[in-house]
């Protein structure tokens, strides 16, 4: 990553959203409400504490969905760090120089109030996401 890079959240593949969510819950963290993203295919929720990481649970709508495979291969997992950027294309560009691939170009994130997102991807890192800074 960069050093302008602001970390936002943990995305994590489940089976079932509320019933993960609510491990979470037990444990003092607040959910936000469930949103459908037509575009990635998945349900997606936002889990909050104060002092801890923002947590992401997606959960997919169908085979479709681009974290189906992973989730039938590795049950409930961790799938990628989110950062926040000011400048989407400039970061894109930055980390395409340092041998990160992009794997889907930027679009609107429904649970994320329609701000740009896209993922990127390195084998020493792994998967990253990246969504444009809040006006």
Not at 77 to 92: G, R, S
Not at 111 to 123: E, H, P, S, T, W
Request: hydrophobic share 40%.
């Amino acid at each position: 990553m960069l050093p302008e890079f602001r970390f936002h959240h943990i995305g994590v593949v489940v089976r079932d959203i509320d019933d993960t969510a609510d491990v979470y819950i037990q444990a003092g963290y607040a959910k936000s409400e469930t949103v459908f993203d037509a575009m990635q295919q998945v349900y997606v929720c936002f889990l909050k504490k104060e002092g801890m990481p923002m947590m992401e649970l997606l959960m997919p709508n169908n085979a479709e969905s681009p974290v189906w495979n992973t989730l039938k291969k590795n049950g409930v997992i961790p799938c990628h760090c989110c950062y926040e950027v000011d400048d989407m294309e400039d970061a894109i560009g930055k980390l395409r120089k340092m041998k990160y691939v992009l794997t889907s170009r930027p679009v609107p994130a429904a649970a994320i109030d329609g701000r740009q997102v896209c993922f990127l991807y390195n084998k020493r890192v792994g998967l990253i996401e990246l969504v444009e800074a809040g006006k």
